[in-house]
């Protein structure tokens, strides 16, 4: 058996290849990585995932939750609807495709229109003490980072340094020391190639003092050493450590890092190791395939109870991993195109589309960013943004992650609707009065009136779960 390290090549002619001889891949784990294809006749064909791992059931939608239902079990809790049928999504090129589901609409209740600079990426902050207080903050480029209560009111800017902010997430009770700890909105920096840190200082905030401050320590080293910026990024915490899962722009390569606090009450990071995602899968032929585009990563989330990773990744799919890194990645579900049999022009350099043998579906069409709701004990619901037709795509959780269905945030008075959106993130517990069962934030990349910019949408998650019969369960997470 011989091991081979490969990369995708960009310049060959066709992306699409069908290999004979059988090979299996792994993905290192302990430092700097790549793929390892290693050649074995006697293994099956290659890739990294195959079309009979796709973990997904057939599609199907269940009932909105009626008005008049029985009374739930758990005081301010809507049970779940009954899952759809068990089975596999069916990738075979002779599947049949499915019809196009009717896709209904849920109304945003507040618009935060085109602030400073491209916002691409938002996270939901809970305050302690009064969820009315609680914010979005927002990564905006060099616009930096953007603070806004949940009326769409702008509360603080920070930007400076150089800085050029792509994704945010937040991460509750960062342990300073014995006596201190913090809220932190931790965003990658595609300037330094380094991660920001910023501490939520509520009681500073009842004194009229600035709620966000710039925590970062001095001499943060690059989160890819070899090159490269940092963009995706979604924090997880294991007892009293605070990790992050950072994604290289451009690449399929994610790293995991550690927060480590600092002298001043400052924080710094330490890289713990990177991933090389599959970049090779098995279709259902048996053939082995590789989309034109080298894959990249669109947007990263988190079920923080079970510490499960989630990544969209362009040109493939949805795929899960331990939030750690240390195991192989599984494919949730793939994208409309997955296994194309597409060519790149030699004159032009494009991907020139050939034909579709039909293993993806209509349920994603282009990927952006993901969210995970965090439900009462174990459960939960995956939201994945199909960018390019503007729709919100639900999994559930666990191994099966059942797609439940698909909705839209469309328009109400005096708000448009929401258009090919890069990131959203969603929270279950009250946020205030117009917001008591949850809140879905969701970028809009078309905002208008003219001219069009970047803004984003609130929607009470109740209006959104209603839609598909989903779970509201404002007591089943804290996020402290």
Sequence with gaps: ???????????????????????????????????????????????????????????????????????????????????????????????????????????????????????????????????????????????????????????????????????????????????????????????????????????????????????????????????????????????????????????????????????????????????????WFTLSSGAAWSPCEAPTVAGLTVDRRARTLYVAQQGVGILRLRADLGDQPHLVDVVSGFGADTSRDEASGRCVPGTDPGEGGDRLVGLGGLAFYQGAGSSGYLLASSRDNSRVAVYGSGGGAAYLGQFRVGSAPHIDPVQGTLGLDVLNVPAGRHFPKGVLVVQDSADTPEPAGAGLKLVRWDTAARLLGLAVSPRGWAPR
């Design 1 to 279: 058996m011989s091991a081979l390290r490969v990369s995708l090549a960009l310049g060959v002619a066709v992306c699409a290849v069908a290999v004979s001889a059988g090979v299996s891949v792994g993905v290192s784990v302990g430092g700097a990585t790549d793929i390892l294809l290693v050649a074995d006749p006697a293994q099956e064909p290659p890739g990294v995932v195959s079309a009979d791992q796709i973990e997904t059931p057939e599609d199907g939608q269940v009932e909105p939750i009626e008005d008049g239902q029985a009374d739930p079990p758990v005081e301010g809790e809507t049970p779940p609807a009954e899952p759809p049928a068990e089975g596999e999504v069916q990738v075979t090129p002779e599947a049949e495709p499915s019809p196009t589901p009717f896709v209904p609409s849920a109304k945003p209740l507040r618009e935060i229109s085109k602030p400073a600079g491209q916002v691409v990426d938002p996270a939901i902050w809970v305050h302690p003490r009064d969820p009315a207080k609680s914010v979005v903050v927002s990564a905006a480029g060099a616009g930096g980072l953007h603070v806004h209560n949940l009326t769409g009111t702008a509360k603080q800017r920070l930007s400076g340094n150089g800085a050029s902010l792509a994704g945010v997430d937040v991460a509750y009770r960062f342990r300073f020391d014995a006596k201190w700890s913090n809220d932190l909105a931790v965003a990658a920096d595609s300037a330094s190639g380094g991660l920001r840190s910023f501490a939520f200082r509520p009681v500073a905030a009842d004194w009229g003092r600035p709620l966000v401050e710039d925590v970062t320590a001095k001499g943060a080293p690059a989160v890819f050493p070899g090159g490269g910026a940092p963009e995706h990024l979604v924090t997880w915490r294991d007892g009293g450590r605070v990790y992050a899962v950072v994604s290289r722009a451009g690449t399929g390569t994610l790293a995991l890092v550690r927060l480590l606090a600092k002298p001043g009450r400052k924080v710094g990071y330490q890289v713990i190791r990177t991933v090389d995602l599959p970049t």
